[in-house]
């Protein structure tokens, strides 16, 4: 909403729904397995649709086929595990978001080490926010190679009390600047272990 979208949304649990009403631009309790539920509320007329039933499986994957059978273009479906999710995409979805597998990942990464934030991509490529590691300090990034040598590409550098801004080859990182690098994600992870 906050993007000046129209949002639909749709809970069996009145009382859920009644709580979001002043939240989203439409609320509405129905059971989104019945199909004259999803006709009367328009649901297919939606370019995007969120499925976010997790705790029933079977009425997830139901209401994934329906939508998909009726032409919506995007579907983005929760998932509870792998096969869960290997399940949603032949039935219809566009999307399978798997969250407390990709929170799990992601903490992960930042209980294990030196990574104040971490997104990693399907192709085994991530995103990575860190404290500049010593051996990448006090000169040019051009000049100290980092792509050539650790494989990964430092975008963006914070330094204390200022914005991030775009790194380039004549940037010099400072001790205690916060960086963000990216690529490979076994480069990202030993490039901020280093010391």
């Known amino acids: 909403m906050r993007r ?6 749709v809970d ?25 539920a999803r006709e009367q509320l328009g649901v297919a007329e939606f370019s995007r649709v969120v ?16 939508l998909a059978d009726a032409g919506v273009r995007h579907i ?5 595990s792998r ?20 929170m799990g990942e992601r903490v992960a990464h930042l209980v294990t080490g030196r990574l104040l934030d971490f997104i990693e991509f399907d192709d085994d490529y991530a995103l990575a926010r860190t404290v500049a590691p010593a051996s990448a300090t006090g000169r040019p990034l051009g000049e100290l190679r980092v792509r050539a040598e650790c ?10 009390g200022e914005d991030f801004t775009y790194a380039t080859a004549e940037t010099v990182v400072r ?5 963000i690098v990216t690529g490979r994600t076994h480069a ?4 901020a272990e280093l010391v």
């Open 188 to 191: 990202v992870e030993i490039f």
């Open 12 to 36: 069996s649990d009145a009382t859920l729904v009644q709580r979001l009403r002043d939240e989203l631009t439409h609320v509405a309790a129905a059971d989104c397995t019945d199909p004259e």
């Open 175 to 179: 001790r205690g600047d916060i960086i």
């Open 83 to 102: 096969q869960h999710g290997r399940i949603l995409e032949p039935v219809g979805a566009h999307h399978v978001v798997l969250p407390e597998h990709d």
């Open 4 to 9: 000046g979208r129209d949002v639909l949304g």
């Open 151 to 160: 494989g990964i590409t430092v975008v963006g550098i914070k330094r204390a």
């Open 76 to 80: 983005w479906a929760k998932a509870v």
């Open 51 to 66: 499925v976010g039933i997790g705790d029933d499986l079977e009425a997830g994957i139901l209401v994934t086929s329906n």
